[in-house]
């Protein structure tokens, strides 16, 4: 009997344990075991997920690794990504240009569009797309892991690195690929400058802000944004910051204040209370006092009854410059007792700070210390152009955070750019892990001016990472290798990157710029309409380098101000376009035609076999395009993607059954089983 009541208590023991283990959240307890990846994504943003779609398609071991509990939690209040979801075409590529907010994938429903339909959505409707665009992909995603420390494996970097969560856990992995983006706000020391509140934490009710005046401090997006919002409420809105405003319609860069946020200016021209005013914030002071007259002070904390109003002063003027302790403010310590026409000499109910945000550098250690960048105030970290951090191997930056390497020059910061970017990083993550090369596209060179006025004429990637992400051309003599979207400012690294190699023939460089003649942006002449001077335009437009031999490092760092590429050997600007549509024969066509056939040394143009029968009879070397076809037997040079694209553009009719050519196929033998004469079958209708 007293055997069996140990055994009793022992079962009874044993199920109180299993009891309180079970009760403990399995994301809560402490766990030293290390997992194991070859990627670890840092981050489940648009970025963060856009790597995890490519990982997942190449079938890699990956973990996306997010603090939150769900995807893309930091936005802006009102997004001011264009999301233009008619355009009157129906090509996928091409609409891209116009949709700022989708992520690239091979679903062609998974887009945007299915969220919100205006223009300029609210914020809100971002984080649901990427729980979608998470859920249906199944992308493995771990929610709740706040990663606090980052180090690497060994002291070089090259072992991995390993990720260390707010429980203890530990994550290893070969490759790291940090998508966190910019969330911690950027501030200024000031005196006072405890007094303002934070763009990230200010209420969006504008009814809190009824008859108020407000000192809103920066002059980007978030500043005119939140003054837009409280527009109507407000008595009074000034903004100060050392710098003038910016306008992305002047400028061509995204991040500039958009129209879409500045309604202020009219009020501001207008002279109907509100206002912006250039100053330094190192040396201002913000102080306080009470609504009866009392005593200004600074260094207390604000009581939420809003009883006090502020000052902006100078340091320079105050008694006591530290911020920390009570101090008697007089007439004499404001500007306004200096010069009574000063600007700021009213009082303000709240002073606010907009001044953006910078990168997370606390959590990486000293083995994995990423170096801050020479531009944007430091706030971004230095990664070489293949988006490696500098001096951490087999750590890369994705997404808003690795904007420094076209920071004020491209959309690299923003979705509708890095999409793009993360893409071409995956590419090298591709051939160097997994010994992968650049996808390339073979093709014959009589092809290769149809083919570049089809990528200008619709290719996203070219359009959005303008001056950034370029087609390379590998010249092959009559053969040619066609690699899209590559970072060209990494070219002198393209062996090494790509996996492909430049041959004796040179190669081209086929990319988006805006032109260098600053004009009026909305004045007469601000557009070039002659294509013999296409060099002048101003607006974005296709422009091709050709070089004899790969571009070195020192070619890199000495190229011209402004230019994406070193001097060429041969270039040629295509004429900028009012539709941006390059597909006119006379003014795009032709020129780019005349240029390759310089570059070449080749007679690109084509014939009907009539004339390339004759030709035949009458020149030892007859033109590339009849050597290639017509002599061959075939009515046109191609393979199945060509035919396919022919086929659905009507420019050739559907023959029996579903027979094309095979990429290897001559036209001749495809001919008898497709039951079709060998004629032209071209529409040239269309």
Not at 27 to 32: E, K, R, T
Not at 70 to 76: H, T
Request: net charge neutral.
């Amino acid at each position: 009997m007293g055997m069996l009541m140990e055994l009793v208590l022992v079962i009874l023991c044993l199920l109180s344990i299993i009891s309180v283990a079970r009760s403990v959240p399995d994301d809560h307890h402490i766990d030293n075991s290390t997992r194991h990846h070859d990627y670890c994504v840092l981050g489940a943003g648009p970025a963060g997920l856009q790597m995890g779609y490519f990982l997942s398609r190449s079938q890699r071991d990956y973990i996306i690794l997010e603090r939150n509990a769900g995807p893309g939690s930091f936005f802006q209040k009102k997004l001011i990504s264009i999301n233009k979801i008619y355009t009157g075409r129906r090509n996928r590529e091409f609409n891209l240009r116009h949709d700022w907010n989708s992520l690239l994938s091979d679903r062609p429903d998974l887009l945007f569009q299915r969220i919100s339909r205006d223009l300029y959505p609210e914020a809100d409707a971002y984080p649901l797309y990427l729980s979608m665009f998470e859920k249906e992909l199944g992308l493995q995603v771990k929610y709740g892991t706040d990663i606090g420390r980052v180090r690497a494996s060994d002291p070089t970097g090259n072992s991995g690195y390993i990720l260390t969560d707010q429980h203890g856990a530990d994550y290893k992995c070969r490759v790291l690929l940090v998508s966190t983006g910019l969330w911690v706000p950027e501030q200024v020391d000031f005196v006072g400058s405890h007094l303002a509140e934070g763009y990230e934490s200010i209420s969006t009710d504008p009814e809190e802000y009824k008859d108020q005046a407000i000192l809103i401090l920066g002059k980007g997006n978030s500043a005119f944004e939140t003054a837009q919002s409280i527009l109507g409420r407000a008595s009074r809105i000034h903004l100060y910051s050392p710098s003038p405003v910016r306008l992305a319609w002047q400028t061509h860069y995204v991040g500039d204040l958009r129209a879409v946020n500045n309604e202020l200016l009219d009020t501001y021209q207008l002279k109907s209370l509100d206002g912006l005013v250039e100053g330094g914030l190192e040396d201002i002071a913000i102080v306080r006092r009470r609504r009866d007259g009392g005593k200004m002070k600074t260094g207390k904390k604000r009581p939420a009854e809003r009883k006090e109003q502020f000052y902006l002063t100078l340091s320079e003027l105050l008694d006591n410059r530290d911020g920390n302790k009570s101090a008697n403010i007089t007439a004499e310590n404001l500007p306004g007792y200096h010069d009574d026409n000063f600007s700021l000499r009213q009082p303000y109910d709240r002073v606010i700070r907009c001044l953006g945000f910078r990168f997370n550098f606390s959590i990486f250690d000293g083995s994995a210390r990423l170096p801050h960048s020479s531009c944007a105030r430091g706030r971004l970290p230095a990664v070489t152009s293949w988006y490696e951090g500098r001096g951490t191997p087999n750590l890369f930056i994705l997404g808003t955070a690795a904007h420094s390497r076209d920071y004020r020059m491209s959309a690299g910061g923003f979705i509708h750019g890095f999409r793009y970017t993360v893409r071409a990083v995956h590419k090298v993550l591709e051939h160097r892990y997994h010994n992968n090369a650049w996808p390339a596209t073979r093709l014959s060179t009589s092809q290769l001016l149809s083919w570049i006025l089809k990528r200008v004429n619709e290719a996203s990637g070219l359009y959005q990472m303008f001056g950034v992400l370029g087609d390379v051309i590998l010249l092959q003599g009559t053969q040619c290798e066609y690699l899209e979207e590559f970072p060209v400012q990494a070219l002198p690294q393209f062996n090494a990157l790509s996996g492909q190699r430049v041959s004796e023939h040179g190669l081209l460089v086929v990319v988006m710029q805006y032109g260098l003649n600053r004009t009026d942006t909305l004045g007469p002449g601000r557009a070039e309409s002659e294509w013999t001077k296409a060099w002048k335009s101003n607006f974005l437009h296709p422009v091709i380098y050709y070089y004899r031999t790969l571009p070195t490092e020192r070619d890199m760092r000495q190229r011209p101000v402004g230019w994406p590429l070193p001097r060429p050997d041969a270039v040629h600007h295509m004429v900028e376009d009012f539709l941006t549509e390059w597909d006119q024969p006379i003014s795009h066509s032709q020129p780019l035609r005349r240029f390759l056939e310089h570059c070449l040394q080749n007679d690109l143009r084509a014939f009907y076999a009539e004339s390339c029968f004759r030709l035949s009879l009458t020149n030892r070397k007859p033109p590339l395009f009849c050597r290639q076809g017509y002599m061959n037997k075939e009515g046109f040079v191609g393979n199945s993607h060509l035919w396919q694209h022919a086929r659905e553009a009507g420019l050739m009719p559907t023959h029996q059954g579903s027979v094309t050519p095979t990429d290897d196929e001559p036209f001749s033998e495809y001919v008898p089983r497709a039951g079709a004469a060998v004629t032209s079958t071209f529409n040239f209708d269309v």
